[in-house]
């Protein structure tokens, strides 16, 4: 279905990754992981979440709460990506998982 990837210490983490099967685009699978990995960046006491995002994926990433803060270098040389930033301690969270509850629990966790 998808997966996420994080990295960072202290106050700061990295959404590396976050993938979502293509058959399952639309049926919360996204939404489910990306409050998933706000939501353990911060109980790993982080109070902000980067994002170099993918250009198609940057309105995602604003309707789950994040801004847009500037861009980040990519490949090939002269790509940049846009650079967004969930903080976690401010309400954003809270949308995301009003968001997952009116989705009806199309989306669940599991564990690997």
């Known amino acids: 279905m998808g997966f996420h990837a994080l990295s960072g210490e202290g106050l700061t983490r990295e959404l590396d990754h976050l993938w979502v099967a293509p058959e399952q685009l639309g049926a919360g699978v996204g939404a489910a992981l990306f409050v998933h990995a706000a939501r353990t960046a911060r109980a790993e006491g982080a109070s902000e979440l980067r994002i170099a995002s993918d250009p198609n994926a ?28 969930l903080r976690l301690a401010s309400a954003s969270i809270a949308l995301g998982i009003g968001l997952l509850q009116t989705l009806g629990g199309r989306a669940v966790l599991r564990r690997a």
């Not at 801004?67 to 940049?80: I, L, N, Q, Y």
């Open 58 to 85: 940057e309105g995602f990433y604003v309707k789950m709460g994040a801004r847009r803060a500037g861009e980040v270098p990519s490949r090939p040389a002269g790509r940049t990506l846009p650079l967004l930033v």
